[in-house]
């Protein structure tokens, strides 16, 4: 497929917004083995239409109305399983999805201000605990703390970071 200048747009959108349509159908789907073919088919539908797109306005909403789309031909494809969402919850659930995504690129961005706020070992912490994935028990042991002091601590870390991101998001406004 040859593609256009006249693409680039839409291309850059597609690439900046993909983790929320991600999000989008984790919190639309029932079975997360799902999301992969379903994010596939939502692209795939996104880039047959990308003609469709206004460019001078929001991406985010536009996909975000092709993406429930495809998610409702999804969910009828398999209403022959045992699991079937009616079509009004699924609605309301991908309406709540999209104003939680539509949140998403900023409290991300609150979320890397807040964490350079952190000293480094508490980020370290963070880091080893939730990006590389090690467990209480094998962080405990590392750093010679009890699994429930390491736990408190990581609690209250969330909490921290919670206000914090709250603090900015509220001041943006």
Same mark, same amino acid.
């Given at each position: 497929?040859? /593609?256009?200048?006249?693409?680039?747009?839409?291309?850059?959108?597609?690439?900046? /917004?993909?983790?929320?349509?991600?999000?989008?159908?984790?919190?639309?789907?029932?079975?997360?083995?799902?999301?992969?073919?379903? =994010?596939?088919?939502?692209?795939?539908?996104?880039?047959?239409?990308?003609?469709?797109?206004?460019?001078?306005?929001?991406?985010?909403?536009?996909?975000?109305?092709?993406?429930?789309?495809?998610?409702?031909? /999804?969910?009828?494809?398999?209403?022959?399983?045992?699991?079937?969402?009616?079509?009004?919850?699924? =609605?309301?659930?991908?309406?709540?999805?999209?104003?939680?995504?539509?949140?998403?690129?900023?409290?991300?961005?609150?979320?890397?201000?807040?964490?350079?706020?952190?000293? /480094?070992?508490?980020?370290?912490?963070?880091?080893?605990?939730?990006?590389?994935?090690?467990?209480?028990?094998?962080?405990?042991?590392?750093?010679?703390?009890?699994?429930?002091?390491?736990?408190?601590?990581?609690?209250?870390?969330?909490?921290?970071?919670?206000?914090?991101?709250?603090?900015?998001?509220?001041?943006?406004?």
């Amino acid at each position: 497929m040859v /593609h256009s200048p006249s693409d680039r747009p839409f291309l850059e959108a597609l690439s900046r /917004h993909q983790p929320a349509l991600e999000a989008f159908c984790y919190a639309s789907l029932g079975r997360r083995e799902d999301v992969p073919e379903v =994010l596939q088919a939502v692209v795939i539908r996104l880039w047959e239409k990308s003609a469709d797109w206004d460019t001078s306005t929001h991406f985010l909403p536009w996909a975000f109305a092709v993406a429930r789309f495809t998610l409702l031909s /999804h969910f009828r494809d398999k209403s022959r399983d045992r699991l079937v969402f009616d079509e009004d919850v699924l =609605l309301a659930v991908a309406q709540e999805t999209e104003r939680a995504a539509e949140q998403f690129e900023a409290r991300k961005e609150a979320l890397g201000s807040c964490l350079e706020k952190l000293d /480094h070992e508490q980020r370290r912490l963070l880091n080893a605990h939730y990006i590389t994935g090690q467990g209480l028990r094998e962080l405990a042991g590392a750093m010679s703390r009890s699994e429930s002091a390491l736990k408190m601590t990581l609690l209250r870390l969330r909490g921290q970071l919670r206000k914090c991101i709250d603090r900015q998001l509220t001041q943006a406004i």
